[in-house]
């Protein structure tokens, strides 16, 4: 299914008459769009759950919850938008006695980007698709949203593209809001036209990779949001490992299983001083039906480049298979498979961590064996480049300690917030909550731009731009920077007069 030249060109400007009417809008006028579009896909969730399910392979139970997660994305955003936080108003008063000289009136503000080209993901139909949290962030923002298709739920995104239509039609608002195209070449097409102005994508680093080189290639180069590959790596104490080990090892298979492990998230690497307790657990866990139920993956792309992946870590010297998967290839190219963990030590994966510290997307995880006392804060940077996560699994007493107690450990934690753009503790990184204060993004290659993330609300400050005003007449102000504040949003102010005090170096 391809959107030839003719329809995309009417596509492009749609969107770009509609830019200005949403920048225009007030925010309960956008945040109830964005309610709006929410009750109506909690409304048709049956409808559209039982066509993902035949696209994606996905069981109707996750798909279910992620409808929920979408719609409630949606609404989440509908409240950012009304409480005006993210336009970030600031106000500086004429003040000629300013420590510097005579200041002028100075406020600042955000204002929509304009049209935002959204590359929709394989793994996700619901939740990084036609409504998820970019597009939500992207109508939230004040900006048209054209939305690339994944080929991998074509039927499904005609449909969820149909019903936010509709919504929008019914609302009174231009036909350019929210659009839909189709096909590799077409959204290339897309993102290099001038009436976009910037891009969200998430998918492989392969593919992210020559989106953003394209984006940066334009004439007027524009932001390009990319959410790529992930190994995001395990670490698991030995305090921890004694305390509860069988119980970390079903917990770990289980994270790893999750969706057939086709999640940005999946815990790729597992850092330990593994003993027999925990791979005696593990591999129990992984004869019974957690590890034996096979899974679908998405389409025969994912599935030959799964099983290729599998192949070249099972060749490597010094792999050893704890949990041994099984696979099998349907007459449409789709693979079914059940989880593959394998150990390694941490000499094995220094001589092959081109093959072995890499993302394998799909059920498949590395354990890597780190003898007693080794300093793990030296692991991170040594094989982790970027990641969206970073786990820590803590015994009780290093949980309970006094802060600071443990150096090696706050090393640890410090190492991964600077590779990782969440770092957890005594959980698994599979389940993103969508939260205002949630990270979802990291250094490259998690992320093409690791100052933004996908999911919370600080999302849709990717798709606005600051702007300030110098001893402008109130008329031509925007209404979050008027004294009145007839929005009611948060605005930072500075009054003539007020002293202002820089830090000074004490010696």
């Given at each position: 299914?391809h959107t030839s030249p003719e329809a995309l060109e009417q ?266 307790a925990f791979l005696e657990a593990l591999a129990a866990a ?222």
């Amino acid at each position: 299914m391809h959107t030839s030249p003719e329809a995309l060109e009417q596509i492009l400007s749609r969107a770009a008459s509609a830019a200005p009417v949403l920048a225009a809008l007030p925010p309960r006028s956008r945040a109830a769009l964005l309610t709006a579009l929410g009750d109506a896909l909690d409304a048709e969730r049956d409808r559209l759950i039982t066509i993902a399910e035949s696209e994606t392979g996905l069981t109707p139970a996750r798909l279910g919850g992620e409808v929920t997660r979408t719609a409630v994305q949606l609404r989440l955003f509908a409240d950012a938008v009304v409480s005006g936080a993210h336009l970030d108003a600031r106000i500086d008063e004429a003040d000629p006695e300013f420590v510097l000289g005579a200041r002028p009136d100075l406020r600042r503000t955000h204002i929509p980007v304009g049209p935002v080209l959204n590359f929709s993901a394989s793994n996700f139909p619901f939740a990084f698709s036609v409504l998820g949290g970019d597009s939500a962030a992207i109508l939230a923002a004040g900006c048209p949203v054209i939305v690339k298709a994944h080929s991998g739920h074509p039927e499904l995104s005609e449909a969820t593209a149909a019903l936010a239509q509709r919504v929008i039609a019914d609302r009174g608002l231009p036909a350019g809001t929210l659009q839909l195209i189709h096909g590799q070449q077409t959204g290339v097409a897309a993102l290099r036209d001038p009436r976009v102005r910037a891009g969200s994508f998430t998918g492989s680093t392969h593919g992210g990779r020559i989106l953003a080189g394209v984006a940066a290639a334009r004439p007027a180069p524009i932001p390009f949001y990319g959410e790529l590959g992930s190994v995001n790596p395990v670490f698991v104490t030995s305090e921890a490992l004694a305390s509860r080990g069988p119980a970390l090892a079903s917990e770990y298979l289980a994270s790893v299983a999750g969706s057939a492990g086709q999640l940005c998230t999946k815990p790729g690497l597992l850092f330990a001083a593994v003993d027999d307790a925990f791979l005696e657990a593990l591999a129990a866990a992984g004869a019974s039906e957690l590890g034996t139920s096979e899974h679908r993956l998405l389409g025969p792309r994912i599935t030959d480049t799964y099983l290729e992946d599998v192949d070249r870590v099972l060749a490597v010297d010094g792999v050893q298979p704890v949990v041994i998967g099984t696979s099998r290839v349907d007459e449409a190219g789709n693979g079914w498979v059940t989880p593959t963990i394998v150990r390694v030590t941490l000499e094995t994966l220094r001589a092959n961590s081109e093959v072995l510290a890499e993302e394998h997307f799909g059920p498949f995880s590395v354990i890597v064996e780190v003898p007693a006392g080794t300093p793990l804060a030296p692991l991170v940077g040594e094989f982790i480049t970027g990641s969206l996560t970073g786990t820590v699994h803590l015994g009780e007493h290093e949980r309970t300690a006094a802060a600071g107690a443990d150096a090696a450990l706050s090393d640890l934690v410090t190492e991964l917030s600077k590779h990782a753009g969440r770092v957890l503790f005594d959980g698994w990184p599979t389940g993103v909550a969508v939260t205002p204060a949630q990270q979802h993004g990291g250094p490259w290659p998690a992320t093409t731009n690791d100052a933004s993330t996908s999911v919370g609300t600080a999302a849709l400050g990717r798709f606005l731009r600051p702007v300030a005003f110098q001893n402008a007449p109130s008329a031509y102000l925007p209404a979050a920077l008027l004294d009145e504040n007839p929005l009611g949003v948060p605005q930072e102010r500075s009054a003539a007069g007020e002293s202002i005090s820089w830090g000074r170096a004490v010696g």
